[in-house]
């Protein structure tokens, strides 16, 4: 496969100073991406509905998984470059197919979003305004969540229950 030369990001620099300034502009990201369109042009609303096509109506575990499948079979985790954090579109992870924790977070929230999902994240921090990973959750049922599912696509690990 023939590696295409993407364009020159358009880049603001951001300095941040806490956990809660990277996880606003990783917020941007979110909503920069809702009304995005990965490489072949299809909206991201067409792709998830593509994504979860073979579920069955409201089996919201069913969409999630499939959600969460293709993530992990087509973005792959990547670390950010030395001594710098980026965050990106859902739309630019695609094209890339490839990103941190944080892009994948991204693109799980914006793919769920576009199927009636409500999402969130978890930081694992150990100092701030460093953090050492953060993950997506996806509150359960859709019409009236009770829980929230941990879904990390950077990991091995299947999607968990945590308590909302």
């Not at 941040?16 to 920069?32: F, P």
């Not at 990965?38 to 919201?60: E, F, N």
Request: with cysteine; charged share 25%; glycine share 4%.
């Amino acid at each position: 496969m023939r590696a295409s030369i993407l364009p020159a990001p358009r880049t603001a620099l951001h300095s941040v100073h806490n956990i809660d300034q990277r996880v606003a502009l990783i917020r941007e990201q979110i909503i920069k991406s809702m009304d995005g369109r990965p490489p072949d042009g299809t909206p991201l609303l067409y792709l998830a509905r593509d994504i979860v096509k073979d579920c069955r109506p409201r089996d919201d575990a069913c969409e999630i998984n499939a959600v969460f499948q293709w993530v992990k079979k087509n973005i792959r985790y990547v670390l950010d470059p030395v001594d710098r954090d980026t965050f990106s579109t859902a739309e630019r992870t695609i094209e890339s197919g490839g990103g941190d924790c944080d892009d994948h977070l991204v693109v799980l929230a914006v793919l769920l979003a576009q199927i009636g999902f409500s999402t969130g994240a978890s930081v694992v921090a150990e100092a701030d305004p460093d953090w050492s990973h953060i993950y997506s959750l996806v509150a359960v049922p859709k019409e009236a969540p009770t829980k929230a599912v941990a879904l990390d696509t950077t990991y091995a690990a299947p999607a968990g229950i945590a308590d909302v």
